[in-house]
């Protein structure tokens, strides 16, 4: 029975990953920090194990046996050849046959991202994989940016007016489990994209329309800075995410591609349907 490994298995895009894993023939093997805590989370029938990228003791374990990795980079892991490469190495020794690895957009013009230094070793390896090239996470807008909206009914980013191709990570783990369990994928990259491109202005009514409240959009970097540091973020973290709304606000994050939607055979998921379905997390 083919046995996949789910690095990131407890965060928005890999619980999804599982979930929808669970209807396919197939062997789930989380790789957590915690398998105590994340067997609770996930339930009966996955296989939870320990798997830390900054501890190789944890590796052999849990690569035995693998066939597929699907790939997450923790957000807090930035050094990539210190932190990520030796479990990459490990992979490689291990056998495993095809990695389909959570990238972003635009990874491969812009060699700075960790990221793209990732893609760029995979392929060096050799190890046949699949590159998911997302655009901004939906979801980041009731996790991150959860207690502004529904506390203070604002959307405080630094983005200007530019436009956004947010991706549900619903489809972006649907189309993940089809590229881990179909044959045909590897050796492709995906641009993953939704099907329209907003300004947060735009993403603001739509969560006034839904809510039934005001949500009102602030392009305010300093305010953003301050805000993040109050939540515990590390300016580091805080730096990274302002570099990432600056893509937005310099109009270099509307591009739409037709990726997601020739994988899913459907259109993808809107943001008014994201802010239908989570509306009980802003309440």
Not at 94 to 107: K, Q
Request: aromatic share 10%; charged share 20%.
């Amino acid at each position: 029975m083919l046995k996949i490994l789910v690095t990131g298995a407890t965060g928005n895009v890999g619980t999804e990953v599982i979930r929808l894993l669970r209807s396919q023939n197939c062997h789930i093997c989380a790789g957590v920090r915690n398998p105590m805590n994340a067997q609770q989370m996930l339930g009966s029938n996955v296989e939870c194990i320990a798997f830390d990228f900054t501890n190789p003791d944890t590796f052999v374990n849990a690569f035995e046996n693998v066939n597929k990795l699907f790939l997450v980079r923790p957000p807090a892991l930035a050094n990539v050849r210190k932190q990520i490469v030796p479990a990459l190495n490990a992979a490689k020794f291990a056998g495993i046959e095809h990695i389909v690895f959570l990238s972003l957009l635009g990874a491969e013009h812009n060699s700075f991202v960790p990221h793209s230094k990732i893609e760029r070793y995979i392929n060096q390896l050799g190890i046949p994989a699949t590159f998911l090239r997302c655009s901004f996470f939906m979801q980041n807008l009731h996790t991150t940016h959860r207690q502004d909206i529904k506390t203070y009914g604002e959307l405080l980013l630094p983005a200007g007016n530019g436009k956004t191709s947010f991706i549900d990570v619903r489809d972006i783990a649907a189309v993940a489990v089809r590229t881990l369990t179909e044959d045909g994928h590897q050796s492709r990259a995906y641009a993953l994209t939704g099907g329209e491109a907003l300004t947060y202005y735009e993403v603001a009514d739509i969560f006034t329309s839904i809510l039934g409240k005001p949500v009102r959009y602030h392009p305010n970097a300093l305010k953003f800075i301050r805000r993040m540091h109050s939540l515990g973020l590390s300016i580091d973290f805080i730096l990274v995410m302002l570099a990432i709304y600056t893509t937005a606000r310099l109009g270099l994050a509307g591009d739409i591609t037709s990726d997601t939607e020739q994988l899913l055979n459907r259109s993808p998921l809107t943001m008014r349907q994201y802010v239908e379905d989570y509306r009980h997390f802003w309440l």
